[in-house]
């Protein structure tokens, strides 16, 4: 590696959007990116809204390796000063390297904040892929060890992209989500045809509650979205951001930066009661996936939640061919709807090599329980056994 140089930057704005995309999402010159959590445009607007950066504990400092003047390879690197907005935690990790002594923050992060979705996370030009992540691994490595860091982690990265860390030491975390996937369904009835009759009439029955409430649900992307509908939305988000983490991560310029320069990466499906939006879900949207993001409301109406989140993101999915939705983090409420276990994948390093081996064996065991859960959950899935074994075969 003699003729790299792996530097970081001060922030991802310091960047040329250009230059940036030119690794995160070459494909993009077809068409859309693979998923757009590490184009330019989505980070920069986490660190021009404030959602990112001082006080946030999220400091973005982006790992960059140049040859000959040329950009080859990047990644997403913040310095964290918690772990909170990563969705695959070490918080029991860093309770026990502080009992023990250590000083567990700061710690370096290679992920997109807030967004447990799986994608890209070591950053090429395309034919570059081997030498620069191998750049960045080292390079990310040698700042933890010569800043006195615990620790390294990437997060929702690929299988490929674990699979390569693995084999370059470092340690491979194996987790799930829930899924749902296109078995080249023509509508929302297809699918539920491979349902088992009774998880087939559950998801009608429930579809036709959320629908009698006498709201109007609509399906917005593009120039369809206006900025009254994204503050409704930001009504929304506060209300399930401080129940659910105590202080929301995004701030209200996010979702202006998004409208700014992200309309149609976006699918914001919001319920109407008359004029006035009284619930919503946000998704961004992705060459082949739909990722649903984050949901909320101002009135609790049974099963409206399950429609706009789920329902109509399959809906959506199914009418523009793409082949998957991920859901998000957590929610085991998602297998009857049709979303089943898959693996999610990090990679990680620590400094301390004692605590490097007791987290690698708990790491090993962890993976079997995944592995067992997956398999256990999947059984219990709504679909007929036939169909059931036919996408475990695809």
Sequence with gaps: MSDLIITLAESIIAIAPADWDALACPEAATGRPQDPFTTHRFLAALERSGSTGPGTGWQSRPLLVHRDGTLIAAAPLYVKTHSQGEYIFDHGWAEAYERAGGRYYPKLQIAVPFTPATGRRFLTLPGAETEGMAALIDGATRIARQNGLSSLHATFCTATEAETGAAMGLMHRVTQQFHWHNSGFSSYDDFLASLASRKRKALRKERDTANSHGLTIRSLTGSDIQPAHWQAFWEFYQDTGSRKWGTPYLTRAFFDEIHAHMRDDVL????????????????????????????????????????LCYHRAIDWAIAQGLTRVEAGAQGEHKLARGYLPVETHSLHWIADSGFARAVGDYLARERVAVEEEIEVLTAYGPFRRGDLQQREAD
Excluded: M, Q
């Design 268 to 307: 914001l499906v919001l319920a109407f009661d008359g004029s006035r939006p009284v619930a919503g879900a946000l998704n961004f949207i992705g060459r082949d996936c739909l990722f649903g993001r984050y949901w909320g409301c101002t009135v609790d109406l049974p099963c409206l939640h399950f429609e």
